[in-house]
């Protein structure tokens, strides 16, 4: 086995159109900027013996925070314009896994999805109930005046506008996610996202399906997707490239980048961040870019965004 790192941690914030002269250098600087903070986040924690999990939280909670990404504050509004929040995590070490789907005022819907899994029977939380279960167990609570971001709200305006419906390619995604390899070799794997602009009819997408948009095996390795999320729940992707890992002896990248294929002879785009048990990580896509970054005990961080980076 080509030896791999330490510990590992591998952040995306979504993937779509990403071009270079697409985004307002201020826009991308910020984008880079939050990236290379979520990295820290999370190293700060694995690079003194931290858990996997405890870093794909604390990764997944400054990307939340920062109303760049399509996730906590500055998630996207559906056809209502309302926000419905997704996210889940899951334990590489024991397969334990907790999700919720369509919550509406939580501030870090990663860390009511750590709530769903260590504290309730259940593996996934929906709308309503996950909204009460997340004031029960005392998550903070976050309002419009956080979450909303104008800029969503005119996106919405502007697919209505166009009489698009919400597979228009313009849309850029927008999801955060991170997975890491710890030095005692467990893996995790953690995604979170408003969705996609225009969503109706209580639409979910992969993201807090296991093993369709978040999957972590410490047998296989642990995977975090974003993008056109039907396509994703086709696919199976997660699940998909962890059983190829695991069964087929692929390394966890050839995996990723077969599964991405395969997904994307269906008609999906987008893409994955991924890390094995021996802790070598990193991405593969089919869209134009991914906002993407990674930092291991032997490698710098580096953060990326468009595909030829
Ligand atoms: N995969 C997400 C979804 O379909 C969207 C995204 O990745 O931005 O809900």
């Given at each position: ?13 979504g ?14 600087a ?30 997944v ?46 501030r ?75 030095k ?43 993008g ?12 998909e490239?962890?059983a ?66």
């Open positions: 086995m080509v030896s791999g790192a330490d510990w590992t941690l591998v952040v995306h914030g993937a779509g159109i990403i071009e270079q002269g697409t985004l307002a250098p201020e826009q991308e910020a984008i880079r900027d939050a990236l290379a903070r979520a990295l820290d986040a999370g190293a700060a924690i694995l690079r003194v013996g931290g858990a996997a999990l405890d870093a794909v939280e604390a990764a909670k400054v990307l939340e925070d920062d109303p760049h990404f399509n996730s906590g504050r500055g998630s996207v509004f559906t056809y209502e314009g309302r926000i419905e929040m997704d996210a889940a995590v899951m334990d590489g070490r024991t397969r334990d896994a907790g999700a919720v789907t369509g919550v509406t005022a939580t870090n819907p990663v860390s009511l999805a750590r709530r769903v899994m260590e504290d309730s029977p259940h593996v996934l939380l929906s709308r309503e109930g996950a909204d009460r279960f997340s004031r029960e167990r005392e998550l903070e609570q976050a309002g419009a005046d956080w979450l909303e971001i104008a800029e969503r709200r005119r996106q919405l305006e502007e697919l209505k506008a166009r009489g698009a419906d919400h597979f228009d390619v313009d849309m850029k995604y927008g999801t955060v996610g991170a997975v890491a390899r710890d005692a070799g467990h893996v995790a794997a953690a995604t979170s996202t408003g969705g996609i602009t225009g969503k109706r009819w209580g639409r979910i997408g992969d993201s807090p399906l296991i093993g369709a948009g978040t999957y972590a095996d410490d047998r296989a390795g642990a995977v975090s997707a974003t056109s999320g039907e396509f994703f729940i086709r696919a199976v992707v997660a699940h490239i962890c190829r890992a695991r069964l087929a002896g692929q390394d966890v990248l050839s995996a990723a980048r077969a599964t991405i294929a395969d997904m994307g002879a269906l008609g999906g785009t987008g893409g994955v961040i991924v890390v094995g048990p021996d802790g070598r990580g990193g991405w593969a896509f089919n869209s134009k870019g991914m906002y993407r970054g990674k930092v291991s005990n032997d490698q710098d961080p580096v953060v990326a965004l468009f595909g030829e980076e």
